[in-house]
C-alpha cells in the first residue's frame, strides 16, 4: 500500500498539489467564519435540564447577569457627584445596547404617608440645598432596595447597574457595549475629576476574556512559528527540510481550525490553545521524516527515491503515534463540557490530517526540490550534540538500571501524595491574572459593593395568586433568612422586600411595619397601588412565580458548592411539603455544576485514552509482554502530572482537565518509535540489552528533538492572559520532559532489568 501511494505521489505531484491548495483556501475561509464563544452556557451541554430550566427562568425574569459600575467617594451626597450619576445615567440609558439602567438618582423609591404611598425616582432633581440633599441621603439608607443594592452599606460606594438587551445572534454585541461604556466614562472623567471607575459583571468577564484570547491567539501564532522554524534550522540545517516543514505546518492548521468549524466548535479559551499544539504536533513528523532522510547518503541517489525508502521505513510508526494521539485527543468527546468535546474531536481530526499531508506535502516537496544542490550536499551527520547525548544515555542505563528503578518509585509515592491534595475548582476570575484590571475590578467590587455574582432560587406555584398568601410569602422569607446567614452572601432580594417596603412606607414609614402584609388582600392592595417597572423583575403579572436573588462575593466553585449543598439541604428539610416547586438556578449555579463535569471528564476520558492507546499497541506490537511494558512509561508523566498540580496548587479546571488524555496521547509517540526500532532490532538476533542501546542511539536524536519542539511549543502557552492556560503548558511541557526521560531512560532500564531477573 505504502509503494502504491508513493507511486501516485511521484506521478501527479502537480494534481495532488493542486487540489491540496484549493482545500487549503476553503479552509482559511471556514477558519476565518470560525465564532468567539466564551459564555457560560457554551460550557454546559444544550440539552442538560438545568440550562433549559434556566433559559425559561431567563425569559420570565430577565438576565440575572448585569453589569456592574461602581466607585467610591465619601462625597456622594453633593450636588456636584449626583449630577455627575444623573449625567451617567442618562448618557448609558442613551445607548442603544441598554436595555435598563438602575442608579442613585433614578432608582425606584417608596414614599409613604397614612395608609397610601407613591413610587418616585429617588432624586427626580438635583437639589442645591443641603437639607434636601440630606433627605435623599436618609431615604437611600433607610431603603433596603436601595442600600446595599445601589449605594453601599457605609455610603461610600454608588452603583450603575446596566442590564442589556436580549442579542442571542450578535457576536459583537457585548464588545460594542462595553466600549461605549468606557466611551461615556472617559468623556466624563475629562469633564469632572478622574474617578476611578470600576466594571464588573458576567459580561465584563465574557468580553475581557474573548478580548485576551484573540490577544493571546495573535501573540502564540508568531511565537510558535519564530520558535519551531528557529528550532529546525538549528537541528535539520537545512533550507528545503525547514521550508517544507513550515509549509507542512501551516496547511495542517487551516486544515484542524476548519474541523473545528464543521464540528459547530468556537473558539474559546480551551480550543484557543489548538494552533500552537498542532503546530507543535505536526512539525513532530517532519522531524521524523526528514532526520531519517538526512542521514542517507543523497549525493549518488535521487532524492525521490530516498524518500519513498523514508516513507516505506516511517509510515507504520508515523500512523501508529498519529492514531494514538488522535486516539488521546478523542477521548475527549465523552466530555459533558461542550468546548472540550470540539477541542478533542478538532485535535483528533488533526492529527489524522497531520499524518496524511505529512506524508503527502513533504514527498513532493522532495520531489519539486529534486534537484537542488543543498538536499545533495547537506552534511549527514545532524544534531551531532544530541546524538553524543544519546550515546551517553545509551552506556550509562546498564550500570544505574536499579538506581532509575529506584528513583521513579519514589516519584510514584510522590506523585501519590500529591494527587490526594488536588482540588477541582472554576473560579472563572482567577483564569485572569491578579495585574489584570478585570479581576481588580471585580474585587474591588466584591469588597465594596456586594458582588456581581448571583444565587437565584425559583419558587412556582400551581395556581394564580400564589405569592399573594402570606403563608407563602413567609416560605420565601425562610430561604431568604437562610441565605442572609451564610458568610459572603451580603445582600439577597424577593418580592418579600418590596412588599415590607410598602408596608412600611403604607404605615407612615413607621419601622415597626417593615414586616409582610397580614393578608392576601393587603399584599394584592399594594402591588396595585405600586406600580412601578423594578417589581416585575422579581415576580410574574399572575403572581405565581417568584424569584429569589443573593449576590454573593465569593468566587470559588469550591465554597459555592458547599452553600448550594447546604441551601437544597435546607429547603429539602424545611420546604418539602409546601407544594411549591423550588429551584436553585443562575449562572452561578450552573458554573458549580462544571465542578461534576471536570471530575467525570477527566477519569472518562482518561480511562477511554488508556483502553484505546494499549489496546493499539497491544494489536500492533503482537506482544502482551511489550504492550504492558508500555503501560509503564505512559503512566508514569500522567500521574507525575497530578501530582505536581497537588503539589503546587495547580486545580482541575476546564483547561487542566484536558491534560491526562493529552498528554498521554502525545507521550505515547515515542514510545512507539522506541518499542518499533526495539523489535526491529530483536529480529536481527540482539539480545534484550543490545536492542535497548541500539533503539536509544537510533532513535534518541528525533525522539529528543520531537520532545524539544512539543516543550517549547507548550512552553509558550505560558505567557497567556489566562492562568488556566499558562498552567496547561507549564505542566504540559513537563510532562514531555518527563515522558522524554521515561521512554529513553526508566523504559529501557525497566527492559534490562526485566532480562537480569529472567
Known amino acids: ?74 462625597d456622594f451626597f453633593t450636588p456636584s457627584f449626583l449630577k ?81 438587551q436580549s442579542h442571542p445572534e450578535d457576536e459583537t454585541y457585548d464588545a460594542r457595549l462595553i466600549n461605549k461604556i468606557k466611551q461615556v466614562l472617559e468623556n466624563q472623567q475629562k469633564k469632572f475629576r478622574p474617578e476611578k471607575f470600576h466594571m464588573a459583571g458576567w459580561l465584563v468577564t465574557d468580553v475581557n476574556m474573548s478580548g485576551y484570547m484573540n490577544k493571546d491567539m495573535a501573540k ?24 517544507l516543514s513550515i509549509i507542512n505546518v501551516s496547511i495542517c492548521l487551516l486544515w484542524t481550525m476548519a474541523v473545528l468549524y464543521m464540528t459547530g466548535g468556537a473558539i474559546s479559551p480551551m480550543t484557543a490553545i489548538l494552533p500552537p499544539l498542532i503546530m507543535a504536533l505536526t512539525v513532530s513528523d517532519s522531524i521524523h521524516l526528514f532526520t531519517e532522510f538526512l542521514k542517507k547518503d543523497r549525493s549518488k541517489t535521487e532524492l525521490p527515491l530516498l524518500m519513498r525508502k523514508t516513507i516505506q521505513h516511517l509510515a507504520v510508526p508515523c500512523f501508529l503515534t498519529s492514531l494514538t494521539t488522535a486516539a488521546g485527543f478523542a477521548s475527549l468527546y465523552i466530555s459533558d463540557i461542550p468546548p472540550i468535546r470540539h477541542f478533542g474531536l478538532a485535535a483528533a481530526g488533526g492529527m489524522m490530517i497531520e499524518f496524511f499531508l505529512s506524508m503527502t506535502i513533504i514527498p513532493i516537496g522532495i520531489f519539486f526540490a529534486r534537484n537542488s544542490k543543498s538536499l545533495k550536499k547537506a552534511s549527514r551527520q545532524q544534531s551531532t550534540w544530541i546524538y553524543r547525548i544519546t550515546s551517553q544515555i545509551a552506556q550509562i542505563i546498564p550500570k544505574a538500571k536499579f538506581f532509575i528503578c529506584g528513583i521513579s ?31 481588580q475590578d471585580a474585587m474591588f467590587v466584591d469588597k465594596n459593593a456586594g458582588g456581581v455574582n448571583t444565587l437565584e432560587v425559583s419558587f412556582q406555584g400551581k395556581d394564580i395568586d400564589t405569592f399573594l398568601k402570606p403563608e407563602n410569602l413567609e416560605l420565601i422569607e425562610t430561604v431568604a433568612q437562610h441565605l442572609r446567614n451564610m458568610p459572603e452572601i451580603e445582600q439577597v432580594t424577593s418580592i418579600n422586600d418590596f412588599l415590607k417596603q410598602m408596608n412600611k412606607s403604607f404605615h407612615n414609614e413607621n419601622p415597626d411595619y417593615y414586616r409582610l402584609p397580614d393578608s392576601k388582600s393587603m399584599a394584592a392592595q399594594y ?31 469550591e465554597k459555592l458548592k458547599v452553600y448550594i449543598e447546604d441551601l437544597n439541604e435546607f429547603i429539602k428539610e424545611n420546604l418539602n411539603d409546601s407544594g411549591l416547586q423550588i429551584r436553585i438556578t443562575g449562572k452561578t449555579y450552573l458554573v458549580n455544576k462544571l465542578v461534576k463535569s471536570i471530575v467525570d471528564s477527566q477519569v472518562k476520558s482518561l480511562s477511554l485514552a488508556f483502553l484505546i492507546i494499549f489496546g493499539v499497541l497491544l494489536i500492533v506490537f503482537r506482544s502482551f509482554s511489550i504492550g504492558l511494558i508500555s503501560i509503564i512509561p505512559n503512566t508514569l508523566p500522567i500521574l507525575f502530572n497530578i501530582g505536581l498540580m497537588g503539589i503546587v496548587g495547580i486545580p482541575l479546571n476546564t483547561a487542566t482537565a484536558i491534560i491526562s488524555a493529552v498528554a498521554i496521547g502525545i507521550a505515547v ?90
Open 669 to 758: 509517540d515515542d514510545t512507539i518509535h522506541f518499542l518499533n526500532q526495539y523489535q526491529l532490532e530483536r529480529k536481527t538476533g540482539s539480545s534484550i540489552h543490545k536492542a535497548c542501546i541500539a533503539s536509544i542511539e537510533k532513535k534518541g536524536v528525533p525522539i529528543i528533538t520531537t520532545s524539544l519542539i512539543l516543550i517549547g511549543g507548550f512552553g509558550i502557552l505560558v505567557l497567556s492572559s489566562f492562568v488556566p492556560t499558562a498552567q496547561f503548558g507549564f505542566l504540559c511541557s513537563v510532562i514531555m520532559l518527563f515522558a522524554l526521560s521515561s521512554d529513553i531512560v526508566i523504559l529501557p532500564a525497566i527492559m534490562m532489568l526485566k532480562k537480569s531477573k529472567a
Open 409 to 439: 518509585i519514589l516519584l510514584i509515592a510522590l506523585s501519590i501524595w500529591g494527587a490526594l491534595n488536588l482540588k477541582v475548582e472554576t473560579n472563572l476570575i482567577e483564569y485572569f491574572r491578579k495585574s489584570s484590571p478585570v479581576y
Open 1 to 74: 500500500m505504502v509503494n502504491k501511494y508513493c507511486d501516485l505521489l511521484f506521478k501527479y505531484p502537480m494534481s495532488i498539489l493542486s487540489i491540496i491548495i484549493i482545500i487549503t483556501i476553503g479552509c482559511a475561509f471556514l477558519y476565518s467564519k470560525l465564532p468567539v464563544e466564551t459564555s457560560v452556557e457554551s460550557l454546559i451541554m444544550e440539552d442538560d435540564p438545568d440550562l433549559i430550566f434556566y433559559n425559561t427562568y431567563k425569559e420570565q425574569f430577565g438576565e440575572d447577569e448585569f453589569l456592574v459600575i461602581a466607585f467610591s467617594d465619601p
Open 220 to 243: 502564540f501564532m508568531p511565537l510558535t512559528y519564530l520558535f519551531i522554524t528557529g528550532l529546525l534550522f538549528f537541528l535539520l540545517r537545512n533550507f528545503w527540510a525547514v521550508f
Open 527 to 557: 402591588l396595585l397601588l405600586y406600580g412601578g417597572d423594578e417589581l416585575y423583575n422579581f415576580i410574574d403579572t399572575e403572581y405565581r412565580w417568584a424569584r429569589l436573588s443573593a449576590r454573593v462575593t465569593e468566587h470559588s466553585s
Open 84 to 164: 455627575l450619576i444623573q449625567n451617567l445615567t442618562e448618557e448609558f440609558e442613551a445607548i442603544e445596547e441598554v436595555k435598563e439602567v438602575t442608579s442613585l438618582t433614578n432608582v425606584e423609591n417608596i414614599i409613604g404617608s397614612e395608609k397610601d404611598f407613591v413610587v418616585e425616582p429617588l432624586v427626580e432633581e438635583v437639589p442645591d440645598n443641603p437639607a434636601a440633599i440630606e433627605i435623599i441621603k436618609q431615604r437611600a439608607l433607610n431603603n433596603p432596595l436601595i442600600k446595599g443594592n445601589i449605594l453601599s452599606g457605609d455610603a461610600n460606594t454608588a452603583l450603575f447597574v446596566i442590564r442589556t
